[in-house]
């Protein structure tokens, strides 16, 4: 697909295949942009929209993900796919502030199990990892914080990000 991207970097349908391969290999900020270049190349193809509200779901940006699978579903309000999407992500919000409530009130055994939930939902969403990395240590299982901070530190492509000095809200 960079072949023919190159060789025709005006075909929608290119960036959106390898978009999709992308995506497969769990590379979501690079099939975001192949997404985003297909949208830009033809604004009104609906499957690319509703592919980008899915990874964005996948990366626990419910904000973005309710505007692209949302903008999906105003062009094809009955498919299937992206309505069950889009149906998650209100719950999804909702279980995110129970996790930071049960944390505050210590509850770490729960909120691993909240954890889990979303990360069914979210699965390349680095800061629930890491929440659930920082319950694991808190109830002594540090095989499995280790585990988590493996996934994240694997998340954050560049692994660049410092996870002593990071801040989870």
């Not at 899915?54 to 992206?82: C, F």
Request: net charge negative; hydrophobic share 35%.
């Amino acid at each position: 697909y960079h072949a023919a991207v190159e060789g025709d970097s005006r075909n929608y349908l290119t960036f959106f295949k390898r978009g999709t391969v992308y995506l497969a290999l769990g590379k979501a900020k690079l099939a975001i942009g192949d997404f985003d270049r297909a949208l830009e190349l033809k604004p009104d193809f609906t499957t690319a929209r509703s592919q980008k509200g899915q990874v964005y779901l996948k990366m626990g940006d419910y904000v973005r993900a309710e505007i692209d699978l949302h903008n999906a579903l105003m062009d094809d309000p009955y498919n299937e796919e992206t309505n069950y999407f889009f149906q998650r992500i209100e719950p999804a919000r909702e279980q995110v502030q129970l996790v930071h409530d049960i944390i505050a009130r210590g509850d770490h055994q729960t909120a691993i199990a909240l954890l889990t939930q979303l990360l069914e939902i979210s699965p390349w969403c680095p800061d629930f990892r890491e929440l659930r990395a920082q319950s694991y240590l808190m109830t002594g299982d540090r095989l499995s914080a280790v585990s988590d901070f493996r996934s994240v530190n694997r998340l954050m492509q560049d692994g660049s990000d410092d996870l002593t000095n990071r801040k989870i809200n």
